[in-house]
């Protein structure tokens, strides 16, 4: 099964950190890419972030000018749902939340071509519970990009009950046509990687909780000792505290509440006091002048 011809358009919903990390990978091999969001300036915000991006790859050198031109300009943004309708793929990085991504999908089938591929960027949602929402739940599966989408390889193929076999082979290939190294896996809680990173959140966490270490030097230990290239509440700063706490959440209940993942607290207070991490200028750490977390 091959990838999308680059001339197909290529829609994302959801603007902030994955939506514009993923419409930048899908502009970069070519797509013309049209991103929504609920909020129509975070679209727009989106879309000029991307254009920034480019600009600093070219000054750095790493595209001439007209190729960062010519990227940047195949993405724009829209404030309407219905000029999606055109998309072959549509690619939805939206908020963690089950029945939100049900909506959107549900609208999304009747406005678009009944060839027309869904993927969810969700990281720990059933992709079988999504596709449920759908008449055609074999078109969706789970495209499940990592943090800083640009620059990070790895895309897991996330497949449904449902999912069909087309729809995994097509996506698999774009995914690797776009210069990403796909893996499959099933809608297992968390698929792989965010279930494998689990324990090197919630062991981290509970030693705080403790007050066996401070935040810095967990970071610090993990990073310069253990080989890690991020601590874990640098990590979660960046991933954002509200999606973090969310995975962790639907890990839990998707694993019949094995104790094994129950949240901690710190992070249920930390979202509750809006504390989301680095877009929101404070989590873990405080950001805006902040120096990074000092070494061991
Ligand atoms: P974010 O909070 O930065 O952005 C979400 C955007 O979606 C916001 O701009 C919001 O206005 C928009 N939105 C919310 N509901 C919407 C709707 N019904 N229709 C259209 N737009 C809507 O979130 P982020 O971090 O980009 O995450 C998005 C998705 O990607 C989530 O499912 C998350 O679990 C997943 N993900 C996040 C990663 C991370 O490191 N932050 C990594 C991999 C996956």
Known sequence: MSALPPASLVAVV???????????????????????????????????????????????????????????????ATGSLSDLKGAALVIEAIVERLDAKQALFRELEALVAADCLFASNTSSISITSIAAALQQPGRLAGMHFFNPAPQMALVEIVSGM???????????????????????????????VNRIARPFYSENLRLAQEGAADYATLDALLRECGGFRMGPFELMDLIGLDINLAVSQSVWQATFLDPRYTPTLIQQEMVN????????????????GEQPPPAV
Request: charged share 20%; aromatic share 8%.
């Open 14 to 76: 959801g603007g902030g950190v994955m939506g514009s990390g993923i419409a930048m990978v899908a502009a970069s091999a070519g797509h013309p890419v049209l991103l929504y969001d609920l909020q129509p300036e975070a679209a727009q915000r989106a879309v000029d972030g991307i254009r920034n991006q480019y600009a600093k790859l070219a000054a750095r050198g790493k595209l001439n000018e007209q190729q960062a031109e010519a990227a940047a300009s195949r993405v724009s």
């Open 162 to 192: 449902a999912s069909s076999e087309q729809t995994l082979k097509t996506l698999g290939a774009t995914a690797r046509a776009w210069g990403k190294t796909a893996v499959s896996t099933r809608s297992a809680p968390g698929f792989i």
């Open 273 to 288: 006091a809006g504390w989301l991490g680095r877009k929101s200028g404070r989590g873990y750490y405080r950001y805006g």
